[in-house]
């Protein structure tokens, strides 16, 4: 059994790991509240080449607020936000905690794009935060 498993919704999209991540945080830019429906995104990153995705996949890229070109990907079936991917990142994979099987296993260290946090989403105080993208 891998270290972390995870999918979307309805099952159709399943991704494991072994490796340990690279990262976690909270993302509170604009883009990453309307993905969520929340007042931010949480995720961890993994080196991609780590991460084995059985399912399909539907991707898509946008500009982000960093200025680097985004990739997200869903499951084309229940629509489920499951992966990013960014230029300024390479060779890495985020992964939607919220879709892990088990959540709990990775905890977020930081916050980045928190100038644009909303004041109704309050997130542990303790973390460091970042008003846009922490250094790489």
Same mark, same amino acid.
């Given at each position: 059994m891998a270290k972390y498993e995870g999918g979307c919704a309805c099952g159709a999209v399943r991704f494991e790991t072994d490796a340990e991540p690279?990262?976690?945080?909270?993302?509170?830019?604009?883009?990453?509240?309307?993905?969520?429906g929340a007042g931010h995104l949480t995720f961890a990153a993994f080196p991609e080449p780590a991460v084995k995705i059985t399912g399909k996949i539907k991707y898509w890229d946008y500009k982000a607020d960093s200025g680097n070109t985004a990739t997200r990907g869903h499951c084309p079936t229940c629509g489920s936000m499951l992966l990013g991917k960014?230029?300024?990142?390479?060779g890495g994979i985020a992964v939607n905690l919220?879709?892990?099987d088990d959540p709990s296993? !990775?905890?977020? =260290?930081? !916050?980045?794009?928190?100038?644009?946090? =909303?004041?109704w989403d309050q997130l542990d105080p303790a973390l460091p935060k970042f008003p846009g993208?922490?250094?790489?």
């Open positions: 690279m990262m976690a945080g909270h993302c509170q830019c604009r883009h990453c509240q309307r993905l969520s960014t230029s300024g990142m390479p919220t879709s892990l296993k !990775v905890a977020p =260290q930081m !916050v980045f794009f928190s100038a644009m946090g =909303q004041i993208m922490p250094p790489m």
